[in-house]
């Protein structure tokens, strides 16, 4: 990495960027900000000009790292296309080309890490025609977490058991989240006391050391009142649900889940009144 002291001009980032990439690939870049800026969709640049911005130490970039909320996407995308772009999201095996592109590595317990996002990151691949450059795909490094072998945190945490104290490969038809993000009921042999979250399930997560750092990113937080906890409750698919519940949910990412998580809710709330008439009352001596 080379590091280049802001002193003297702000655009020292941008002459550094020119020695490496053609006029035509840079365009494209600023055509496609341009092209979201005049439609005043709301975007966040990120990557290597963001690390530019904030801490002047220029890494060269091949790509341009723009974050939308999910609910912009398309948008984007309709500005985008008129620009000369045609981008389109891609239906393919998320994890692996991320580990196989050198972007996230494994963990025991098959989740992605992402550097500077642990476990965090919303996994996402788009097909375009901007002429962008090629990059060599070949995976740097290894594919699994270094902190992995010596650590078996999510084996020990893990409520349905689905992850193997040596194996490399979960029961992934046994893991929770796999679970309640679908819509069949419930298997017989889960435990009630399993459920800790809406959607998905974060016990191996929160214990895992490599994502230490990133359980402190402040939560998203919406409140629903008895009339929309009703709607929720109602499993209806998103577009009959009133449009003030359905933009809470879009604010938790969880628009997609409308139909699961009725059921979802009754089985935590289930699941919460167990544990808790279960622990001891600090009140009660003979609890102690
Ligand atoms: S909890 Fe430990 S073993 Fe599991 S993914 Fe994290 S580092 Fe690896
Ligand atoms: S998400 Fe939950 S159920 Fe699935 S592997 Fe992790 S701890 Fe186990």
Request: with cysteine; charged share 30%.
């Amino acid at each position: 990495m080379r590091k280049i002291s802001r002193m003297g001009t702000d655009r020292v980032g941008e002459e550094a960027s020119r020695e490496k990439r053609t006029a035509g690939e840079l365009d494209a870049r600023a055509d496609a900000l341009r092209g979201l800026r005049d439609e005043q969709v709301p975007c966040l640049v990120a990557g290597a000009y963001a690390f530019f911005e904030y801490t002047g130490i220029f890494r060269d970039t091949k790509d341009l790292d723009l974050f939308v909320r999910a609910g912009d996407l398309e948008g984007a995308f309709r500005v985008l296309e008129p620009a000369g772009f045609r981008v389109a999201r891609a239906r393919t095996p998320l994890k692996l080309l991320a580990v196989r592109t050198g972007l996230a590595q494994y963990g025991r317990n098959n989740i992605t890490y992402v550097r500077g996002m642990g476990s965090f990151a919303d996994l996402n691949a788009f097909c375009t025609d901007a002429p962008l450059q090629a990059e060599d795909y070949r995976t740097k490094g290894s594919w699994r977490l270094s902190c992995c072998p010596p650590c078996r945190n999510c084996h020990h945490v893990c409520p349905t058991g689905c992850i193997p104290y040596d194996g490399k490969v979960i029961d992934a038809e046994r893991c929770l989240t796999y679970l309640n993000e679908h819509e069949e009921a419930f298997p017989q042999w889960l435990d009630a006391g399993s459920h800790n979250a809406l959607v998905g399930c974060m016990r191996c997560q929160e214990m895992c050391p490599a994502n230490r750092v990133y359980l402190r990113i402040p939560k998203v937080v919406a409140e629903f009142d008895h009339e929309e906890t009703a709607w929720v409750l109602r499993g209806l698919p998103a577009d009959q649900l009133p449009e003030g519940v359905r933009e809470k949910l879009r604010r938790l990412d969880m628009e997609g889940y409308s139909t699961v998580i009725g059921r979802n809710l009754q089985a935590l709330a289930a699941a919460e009144k167990n544990r808790s008439s279960t622990q001891p009352d600090p009140r009660d001596p003979s609890g102690l």
